[in-house]
């Protein structure tokens, strides 16, 4: 099934009409796609880390901070942190609390980062070919894990950045 994605121009405005598709992305220079990360904190501080399967094309076996995945066409990014963290994890959010957004220019996506939190149990569910392990890590001991296993250096740099600001 093909993947349709808004299109945004370099400011993140919506343009109207414009439809991206992602077999065929990157096309024009100009154009930008939304995404979503969703941090996963679970109601007793615990932080998750799911590990990208080996069979990814882009950083296979690196960790990420929950969950996340292109916004569809005419999905909010609210919307699409909800499905992706469904998808990806298993997990459903009790809140989820919209942190920042950034623009990653390399790849020309805009991204919209939040905080999702869970209560009850802690079983995470692999997504096929996306995911194959993860751990729960105590927000104390978050920077030293974030130090000695590959992590996005984006995420590292803004987990770091929440951490010292809470």
């Known amino acids: 099934m093909t993947e349709l994605w808004n299109a945004f121009d370099k400011e993140g405005n919506l343009l109207e009409g414009r439809i991206l598709d992602r077999a065929t992305w990157p096309t024009e220079a100009d154009l930008y796609h939304l995404a979503v990360n969703v941090w996963v904190c679970h109601e007793d501080g615990d932080w998750l880390f799911v590990r990208r399967s080996p069979q990814k094309s882009h950083f296979p076996l690196y960790f990420e901070a929950g969950a996340g995945g292109s916004v569809l066409l005419d999905e909010s990014a609210e919307e699409a942190a909800t499905r992706e963290l469904k998808e990806e994890t298993g997990l459903e959010a009790s809140e989820l609390k919209s942190l920042f957004n950034f623009t990653e220019e390399e790849h020309r996506t805009h991204f919209a980062v ?12 692999y997504q ?6 993860h751990v729960w890590v105590k927000e104390a001991e978050v920077p030293q894990f ?19 600001d809470k």
């Open 128 to 133: 096929a070919s996306e995911t194959d392990q």
């Open 114 to 125: 939040y905080l999702a939190k869970v209560f009850g149990g802690k079983e995470v569910a």
């Open 146 to 164: 974030l130090q000695t296993h590959q992590v996005f250096t984006n995420q590292k740099e803004q987990i770091l950045a929440y951490l010292a």
